[in-house]
């Protein structure tokens, strides 16, 4: 990974970061705060030893013994000889073991200087001890190094050339080092874990990555909005919203997507529930509607229909009455808002929905559609789980491939083209879903005028002339899904089967 990586991985993951930064801090502030004070104070023990020679030659031996001694010293002044010398002059109850614990000693480099520091919670106390540790040591050295039975000087002697001083701050804790140390080890540990989380996440999360795992243009990137669940057709809700110019950027990517042969009965999937088919479909039936297109959503998910719920039509004849032959098709039809599209509900959920999609009938019913539609948008249900989707794709003329940011891995998004290329469906482009904003709300707002229906009616016209023209006319008689005078999706009161809702 480059540095441009690793600083796109603490961008993406900045929460991440964030936490392990003030869990390092709290955890910084958890340790000074519960930690007692304690207090350092030091003796400097001065080694000299003795040859018995004048002489420049033996001033250096004695040089040499005296650090040798050193050496030697630093381990006998926290030994337990000591510490129990110091309990007994200061009448501590305390073992000799743990007075031991509080002594540290410390040869100083290229010198015959020996440093003892004595910790402790209480300063004076702590003085004492270190005053006592350099007594016992001095005597302690003189026992040692005196010769028995000769009346003569130590060869080695150790004096306190420096005592104690009471300590006034606490060595323990250091709130300044302990912060900065908990907020860079955990700063350390946030990166860390973004890290693992980045190299283990397997969601796709780009349009570049969705187009190499694909090999089919992406058609637009939906913006998340947290509205959606209460208003899902945000084309028509917030017309001039950022969100509703990407739909009809898909809608004029659609439309070249391969000019010579148009593409008219086109089925919108994706690999698993919860990615934003549904709300794509309903949303680019508007947009299509609104250039002047005649437009027909099927509510082919014959599992669990949704597109009428949305759209605020009644669900109970569609499909399922068409393909059984118990409604004619013209009294299936319904059409949205003023005669903008027309919808073809689910209609009763059938116990086969797998073979009634893929019977000679739903053939003949697309067939019908395409002849009276410039455009019919089918609403499938997912890849993954059942083979609808790819069933509908053998009779249309080809899937968009709906993939949600974050939730969609790029394992799930091979497996549903997989599913597509096994029976030789067309793959005509993706769209990306619930995306994180990029931020240039700002500028779309600034550029766009405000507009109604009819204006992006007409805004839109100059760029559905250049797209090819359908293959069929429909006659005076026979225009977006009417006949005669009569809207086709409009059912008379008395045509209506029981349990439909007379006002939908």
Not at 56 to 67: D, I, K, V
Not at 135 to 146: D, G, I, K, Y
Not at 224 to 247: C, G, I, M, N, Y
Not at 350 to 365: D, F, I, K, V
Request: proline letters at 7%; aromatic letters at 4%.
């Amino acid at each position: 990974m480059a540095l441009h990586d690793y600083l796109r991985v603490a961008r993406k993951r900045w929460r991440i970061v964030l936490f392990g930064l003030l869990a390092g801090v709290l955890g910084a502030a958890a340790i000074v705060w519960s930690s007692p004070r304690e207090y350092s104070a030091q003796v400097t023990i001065y080694i000299s030893a003795q040859t018995g020679a004048d002489g420049a030659a033996a001033a250096y031996q004695g040089s040499l013994l005296s650090e040798q001694k050193v050496k030697s010293y630093t381990r006998l002044l926290t030994s337990n000889r000591v510490a129990q010398d110091v309990v007994t002059q200061l009448g501590l109850d305390l073992p000799a073991e743990q007075v031991a614990g509080k002594i540290q000693a410390a040869a100083l480099p290229d010198t015959v200087l020996l440093t003892a520091s004595a910790l402790d919670t209480s300063p004076q106390r702590a003085k004492d001890i270190a005053d006592a540790t350099g007594n016992a040591f001095t005597r302690m050295v003189s026992q040692l190094e005196q010769q028995p039975g000769v009346n003569l000087p130590s060869a080695v002697t150790a004096r306190v050339v420096e005592p104690a001083a009471l300590p006034t701050t606490p060595t323990s804790p250091r709130p300044m080092l302990d912060f900065g140390l908990g907020a860079l080890l955990g700063l350390v540990a946030g990166y860390c874990v973004a890290l693992l989380r980045q190299v283990l996440d397997t969601t796709v999360k780009s349009t570049e990555e969705l187009h190499r795992l694909t090999m089919a243009p992406n058609l637009g990137t939906i913006a998340h909005d947290p509205d959606v669940p209460k208003h899902p057709l945000t084309v028509h809700d917030r017309p001039q919203s950022p969100r509703a110019e990407a739909f009809r950027k898909i809608r004029t990517n659609l439309q070249f997507i391969d000019v010579d042969q148009p593409r008219k009965t086109i089925v919108i999937t994706s690999a698993l529930p919860e990615e934003g088919k549904t709300t794509t479909v309903c949303n680019m039936a508007i947009v299509l509607a609104r250039a002047a297109h005649r437009v027909v959503l099927v509510e082919s998910d014959l599992r669990r229909p949704r597109a009428t719920d949305y759209l605020g039509l009644e669900g109970g004849v569609g499909v399922t009455s068409v393909l059984s032959g118990r409604v004619p098709l013209d009294k299936a039809l319904q059409p949205w808002g003023k005669s903008t599209f027309d919808v073809l509900a689910s209609g009763p959920i059938p116990p086969n929905p797998s073979e009634l999609l893929a019977s000679r009938h739903m053939a003949g019913l697309l067939a019908e559609l395409r002849d009276r539609y410039d455009m019919v948008l089918l609403d499938a249900p997912p890849l993954l789980p059942v083979t609808d989707a790819a069933v509908l794709g053998t009779i249309c003329d080809g899937a968009l491939l709906v993939a949600r940011y974050g939730k969609t891995s790029k394992h799930q998004i091979k497996t549903a083209v997989t599913a597509l290329d096994t029976v030789s469906v067309p793959l005509l482009g993706t769209v990306f879903t619930m995306a994180p904003d990029s931020g240039s709300n700002s500028y779309y707002e600034y550029y766009s005028a405000p507009q109604t229906e009819e204006t992006d009616l007409t805004a839109t016209m100059a760029v559905d002339a250049v797209s090819a023209a359908p293959a069929h006319r429909a006659s005076p008689h026979h225009e977006n899904g009417r006949h005669g005078d009569q809207v086709a999706g409009r059912l008379p009161v008395e045509a209506m089967p029981h349990g439909v809702d007379r006002h939908a």
